[in-house]
């Protein structure tokens, strides 16, 4: 028997661990590997994270509290965890070019509130404590404390529409940033489905907020974020951008210039697993005068750090700083451009035409199907991707009028442009043999077309192994 690698060594001696104590856990994790192998895999905000990532995760990092800042923690000995989240953050700015990072966010949304919150403290706390002769807000009496409650409660934000595709952390009510602000929100010109970025202008002039948000989850575009910055500046507001979708895409400089909000915005967050490729996670970027604040993300809204995870994320960073992750974005556009096209050239509707992210979003009422009923039929023909509103959704948030497809996972898989045709041929297969039903959740599609398209999926997806060093030997 030929000797096995260190990975599967790895990977199979982490498992037996595991099932000495919980065999059930044990299967699930394998069969997890299994089903993502043979999945064709769309979804546009996940993606494959290398071995040494995952293997970086499985350790005693995990046990250790670290609540505060490198140098500067709640508890002792924290010596290790300095010097991991020192390396992630090394990583983190030099691959972004970015003044400052902050890699302790557990997620989008946690990102997300260490900014907001960040930027309140700057914009509406710092002035209050000055305008109070204090010099923290344990210090302010009762009346003072009640007034900056109150401010803190009446600030505004502006950001994209959900049905735009925003994001509900962007000031939406179902999200906690929608009960912190007031939000107004900037969609796309009806007629070229992009940011018509002279109402976007317009908008700001006349609702005045704290913080323009630029980014998105849903958009298809790349976006300008000079223009939002001058817009930001004309009004007074804070740029913030959320490059959660496209982070990858401005690691491997695929958006640079007017399009990397790193250049342009005052603080940037992101996640760390989709086309970033890195662990499950979240980071800041901000300009070194708002870095304090920032420092103050945990315990303000984050618990303690997760160190193995910040450990994760420096070798995603370190990766994504090595020459091939910059043709690994570039392809990750090549095939989103390529499935748009083969979508398009087989009479598809794609919301503003096409793409030039990531992301490719379909208007499946061209086929007389919600998104729903579209979802379930593709899911059911082995190809995964998640329904989405488009602007001005006639079928609202649940059950939609569009697909949302996406290629960095398959792009890390190997799936090239033809594969891409491949699979815009299947899509277009699946819609238009499919049929409403008596409700926007049910349809009508045969058995024998689902189980060829996911035939058709498998074979595909067989010329391309999933973590081909990692044999589980189950
Ligand atoms: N869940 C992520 C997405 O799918 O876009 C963002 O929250």
Redesign the pocket.
Known sequence: MSELNAESTAFRAALEAVRAVEPRIADAIAKELHDQRESLKL????NYASPAVLLAMGNWLSDKYAEGTIGRRFYAGCQNVDTVEQIAVEHAKALFGAPYAYVQPHS??DANLVAYWAVLADRVEAPALAKAQKRNVNDLTDAEWAELRQAFGNQRMLGMSLDAGG???HGFRPNISGKMFDQRSYGVDAATGQIDYAALRESAREFKPLIIVGGY??YPRKVNFRIMREIADEVGATFMVDM??FAGLVAGKVFTGDFNPIEHAHIVTT?TH?SLRGPRGGAVFCQPELADQVDRGCPMVLGGPLAHVMAAKAIAFAEARRPEFADYAQRIVDNSQALAEGLLRRGATLVSGGTDNHLVLVDVDKYGLTGRQAEQALLDSGIVT?RNAIPQDPNGAWYTSGI?IGTPALTTRGLGTAEMDQIAELMHTVLSQTKAGASKAKFDLDPAVSEGISKQANDLLGAFPLYPSVDLGV
């Open positions: 979804i546009a905000s996940e989008g949304i994001h509900l952390t989850s849903a959660a979708h996640t989709k998640n949302r």
